[in-house]
């Protein structure tokens, strides 16, 4: 991983911006004290712990913010954001890095993580509330292995676990609108 | 009326962007205004020759100067018309360059603008009438609040050039923070050797009179006469009875609080800080006496061999004249425990502030320089020190930088080295801040010579396990989170004004911040002085700093109150408001508003209540003016005729 300022700057201060608009954090205010790493709760499994996350949205380096591993497997524990001493909300930048990888298309290394998370925000929007059956199913599907888990369906059932008919809620449009805002108003 | 209309040309400054000679031609055609010229430089040896001429030979009785900001050269051209034998405030300066030149790039606009800025100052200077400052005399005695290391400093100085001196300290002793400090950095050289000689030099000096446990109840007066209520705190101690005997400290049963010793250790209802204390002279704590609480014991009044002991005294206030004061109070550290539950929040006794380690440091402590862990009392072969705790952090509302925390965890690093040499230390910094005379290679010695390691990140967290801590860090310099088993942690906590010194600014009607910290009058210019004239900061009551810094500000402001004082006598501005005292219904909104106390209530010989001015008092900052209901009050030299007949001019 080369660091070259002076190109990735300009190229990546578009995508920062979004970052910064949609959060409504400001990457500028990050001093680099590192408290956000040294309590976060994931990065034994990161490839960037959360204070080089902000350096390198600092340094405009977005490609390695969006590929990273961090940002697919950062679980929003929001401890780096309780301790920021300049009350950075730092998983909030994570996770709204996370949205436009996704946006752009970009897998990353975790693609099966990727993929239950796209399935379960699919889900919940579709539904108002999880359905598990058609998330199982869909991520099955998705993935390639359809018969993946498929021994326990019965045993579930039978349990009354999940359900065939998906949950309803009453008011599905109040769901799209938290949808909505979180995106930072874009209907997508 | 004879006016003359002088245009500066500033060189270019003015005279690029407006045609100076225009300005002076139509200044010849204004009412009054009977001679007008451009000059390259006014405020040159010429420039002013040329002015002195001309108001000799045509009699000009008002000047109009069409020049740069009255705030740079207005002192300059009130001394140049004085010297041509006129009143020094028969004059008004025009701003043509700040106002005007500067900001427009346009010619024919910038002239209009110019000759209509002079039309403006010319039927201001119309109204104008000879105003004169007049002088007071002084008191020539100086109070000095607080007898930490300025303080002591300040008042040696004072003394020294023959004014006396009253240093008032609200504790038993005074040293204030520097006494508790085992050494100083990036010396080395043990803090109380170096003060004790001063502490006692300050009581020995014939001109300094020394006054503990005392405290600041009332201010009144201004620059050149304060009067000052001081409250002396009862401590049921004779002071000059006691001989510092501390039997009585040995006897007494009643156990407190040790403050001296920032809470390590333990101390007595009656007691002397320490032995090295001026005046060696014990002070009582009734909120800890038995005799107090139950009403019985006498210990120490049976055993005190010079019968200083009287459980009936109370408070007593002095009042005193002083011609300036020298505000020296201090900081305390900052109280982390309730911002910093992450850090245990003073749960964890092996979590010590530095204030208390730098006490189990030192060979007078209470540990007499044994460093113990405060749990177990086992030597601890693990130290860790967290940088800016209370510092630098806006989550807790404390941006500011404590200026010294990064130089004393060097020394407390390397004197734990020296103390427990199979010990390792480890610091957490965030940056590394060592600015002063020989500080970077003190902190580089402490990591090369001593051996700590230094860790660039911020502690997240600290938690107990298996009878040690956990402290929870990251290296950002290596990339990730550590993690070290400490046996003792030391928090460098960040510097908070001393308790109630907005308060006492209040009293003495000086500014303060956000922090409770006294603000100088300008950062740059005026470190010293405050807002309110005869009143001077020295040390960390202003900013956190450390001992090099307070010293030289207290000797600083030393030299502003000689200088004060010197002349005996002090010239008041005669710009300052007055009060028509036949048409004034004697409201007194004028004295609710006046942020300098300035305004008094006069009986008239009919019984009629009126507002009066106290010149010396007063800044002329126009509040009463405003507030008047029936406009009586005016500030001299900007009546309202003159402005009034300004903004007409503007409007016409």
């Not at chain 1, 018969?147 to 039978?158: G, K």
């Not at chain 2, 400093?153 to 038993?172: C, H, K, M, N, Y």
């Not at chain 2, 050494?183 to 003060?195: N, Q, R």
């Not at chain 2, 704590?285 to 009287?310: L, T, W």
Request: proline share 5%.
């Amino acid at each position: 991983m080369a660091i070259c300022v002076s190109s990735t700057v300009a190229d990546g201060a578009a995508v920062v911006a979004e970052i910064e608009r949609r959060s409504g954090e400001r990457v500028s205010a990050c001093y680099q004290c590192g408290r956000c790493t040294s309590t976060c709760t994931g990065s034994f499994a990161f490839d960037y712990p959360p204070h080089r996350i902000m350096r390198l949205l600092q340094l405009g380096q977005v490609d390695e913010v969006l590929n990273s591993r961090t940002a697919q497997l950062c679980f929003d524990c929001m401890t780096c954001s309780t301790r920021c001493p300049m009350n950075i909300d730092v998983a909030n930048v994570i996770e709204h890095a996370k949205m436009i990888a996704d946006e752009l298309g970009i897998e990353g290394d975790e693609k099966d993580i990727r993929l239950f998370r796209l399935a379960f925000l699919q889900n919940v929007r579709r539904h108002g509330r999880l359905h598990e059956a058609r998330l199982l199913t869909w991520i099955n599907l998705r993935s390639f292995k359809p018969f993946n888990d498929l021994e326990l369906v019965p045993l579930i059932l039978r349990k009354k676990k999940i359900h065939i008919v998906p949950p309803r809620i009453r008011n599905r449009r109040l769901i799209h609108r938290i949808f909505r805002e979180v995106n930072g108003g874009d209907e997508s | 009326m004879r006016i003359g209309v002088f245009v500066c040309q500033c060189g270019t400054n003015i005279a690029g962007t407006v045609a100076t000679d225009k300005v002076a031609e139509a200044a010849l055609s204004m009412r009054d205004v009977l001679h007008a010229e451009t000059l390259q430089y006014t405020c040159s040896d010429p420039g002013q020759r040329a002015i002195i001429d001309a108001v000799q030979k045509k009699g000009l009785t008002r000047v109009v100067i069409a020049a740069c900001s009255p705030r740079m050269h207005e002192t300059t051209f009130r001394r140049t018309i004085g010297q041509a034998g006129m009143n020094a405030y028969m004059m008004e300066m025009v701003n043509i360059r700040e106002h005007c030149s500067w900001i427009h790039s346009d010619i024919d606009i910038a002239t209009d603008k110019a000759i209509d800025l002079v039309q403006k100052g010319v039927a201001r200077v119309r109204r104008q009438v000879p105003l004169y400052s007049t002088t007071v005399p002084v008191t020539r005695r100086v109070l000095v609040i607080g007898g930490g290391v300025a303080g002591i400093q300040a008042a040696l100085d004072i003394a020294d050039s023959g004014l006396p001196v009253t240093l008032v300290e609200r504790g038993p002793t005074i040293g204030g923070n520097m006494a508790r400090l085992d050494k100083t950095f990036p010396t080395l050289d043990c803090s109380s050797c170096i003060l004790t000689p001063r502490m006692v030099e300050a009581k020995q000096h014939e001109n300094i009179r020394l006054m503990v446990n005392a405290e600041i109840e009332q201010v009144r007066g201004y620059i050149g006469n304060f009067e000052v209520d001081v409250r002396k705190k009862a401590t049921c101690v004779i002071e000059d009875k006691c001989t510092g005997c501390m039997i009585c400290q040995e006897k007494c049963p009643g156990k407190a609080p040790d403050e001296f010793n920032a809470g390590v250790g333990q101390s007595k209802a009656i007691s002397i800080p320490f032995p090295q204390a001026v005046p060696m002279v014990a002070a009582l704590r009734k909120e800890y006496c038995r005799q107090f609480i139950n009403g019985k014991c006498g210990v120490c009044k049976k055993v005190c061999p010079a019968d200083a002991v009287d459980y009936e005294q109370v408070d007593e206030i002095t009042t005193e004249m002083f011609g300036a004061v020298v505000v020296a109070t201090g900081y305390e550290l900052y109280d982390w425990r309730e911002a910093y539950p992450d850090y245990g929040g003073g749960q964890y006794p092996d979590v010590v502030t530095s204030l208390q380690y730098e006490r189990m440091l030192s060979a007078s402590g209470p540990t007499a320089g044994h460093v113990q862990r405060p749990s177990d009392g086992a030597e601890p072969k693990q130290v860790v020190f967290v940088s800016c705790v209370g510092s630098r952090d806006e989550s807790v509302g404390r941006p500011l930088c404590c200026s010294v925390g990064c130089m004393y965890i060097a020394k407390q690093a390397i004197l734990t080295k020296e103390h427990i040499p199979d010990s390792q230390s480890y610091v957490f910094y965030i940056d590394i801040r060592a600015t002063g005379k020989g500080y970077e290679e003190f902190t580089r010695r402490a990591q090369k010579e001593f051996g700590a390691i230094y860790l660039r990140g911020r502690v997240g967290k600290i938690y107990p396990s298996n009878g040690q801590l956990v402290v929870m860090g990251t290296d950002t310099l290596s990339g990730g989170p550590v993690e070290i088993e400490a046996d003792l942690v030391v928090l460098a906590t960040g510097f908070s004004a001393a308790r109630g010194a907005g308060e006492l600014a209040r009293k003495l009607n000086i500014s303060y911040d956000q922090y409770e910290f006294l603000s100088e009058s300008h950062p740059k210019l005026r470190p010293v002085e405050t807002t309110t004239g005869g009143i001077f900061l020295a040390g960390a009551c202003q900013a956190p700093k450390d001992i090099p810094d307070s010293v030289a500000q207290a000797s600083a402001a030393a030299a502003k109150v000689i200088g004060l004082l010197s002349r005996g006598e002090i010239e008041t501005s005669p710009m300052v408001a007055a009060v028509d005292q036949l048409r004034c219904i004697g409201c007194f909104k004028c004295r609710d508003v006046c942020p300098y106390n300035a305004i008094e209530a006069l009986e008239l010989r009919d019984g009629r209540q009126v507002a009066k001015v106290i010149d010396t008092l007063c800044q002329g900052c126009g509040v009463c003016n405003v507030a008047c209901p029936p406009s009586v009050v005016s500030l001299k030299g900007y009546t309202d005729n003159q402005l009034i007949a300004e903004t007409m001019e503007l409007l016409r």
